[in-house]
């Protein structure tokens, strides 16, 4: 199978380049990253990419595939086909990203849970169908990647894991803050120009689930 691959080394390259490989063995039905271990395994082992579980459940293999960002481990292979890092971010070594500015962006937003003072913590209690739908996230960064009003640099706009995350706390009955306070202070409000129900490869409803709810 022929594909292109996206080579960026931050030591001897100014620039990303597109490399063309002729990747043997590949068998029908066999996932995008199946094939970015073959080409590790047969042919370029300095190859750089993230993966975890292999199976939909960690969320650290995305890429642009044909330009969608999508979790490598999901998308069946095709001839042809374009693999390079995640938009948005900033790129270390070929198809990795540099996940960090994010997550240290989520810290200072304190996107964590804030139980209510003085009071036990529930250990069991009823959630909302939304909180379901909503646990599915495995943090991909599928969403963010399309997001064209999301900037890595502007934090006055949170984007939709950000949003996900606050309306995972929104419905947290164990949460003491104004979350749908926060999600405004973080730009929710833009989305209602956008409505791109942003699509999520993990099914997760954003627009519906977690945007409409802070709105
Ligand atoms: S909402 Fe979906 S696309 Fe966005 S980070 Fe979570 S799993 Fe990925
Ligand atoms: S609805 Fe909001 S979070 Fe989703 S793509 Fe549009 S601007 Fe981004």
Redesign the pocket.
Known sequence: MKIRVSRFDPDRDSAPRTQELDVPGVEEGESVLGVLQRIRESLDSTLAFRFGCRFKGCGLCTVQIDGRPLPACMIHAKEGMQVGPLESFPVLRDLVVDRRPLAERFARQKLWLSPREHEKLATTFETPPASGALAKCTECLA?VA?????DLGNES?G??LA?VKLAQLHFDPRDDRDRRAEAKSLG?T??L??????ACPLGVP??RTA?EPLL
Not at 146 to 150: A, G, L, Q
Not at 193 to 198: L, N
């Open positions: 969403c399309s997001c064209r009003s999301f706009f984007g939709p949003f929710v833009t989305c120009a956008c409505q791109k129900r942003c954003i627009y945007i």
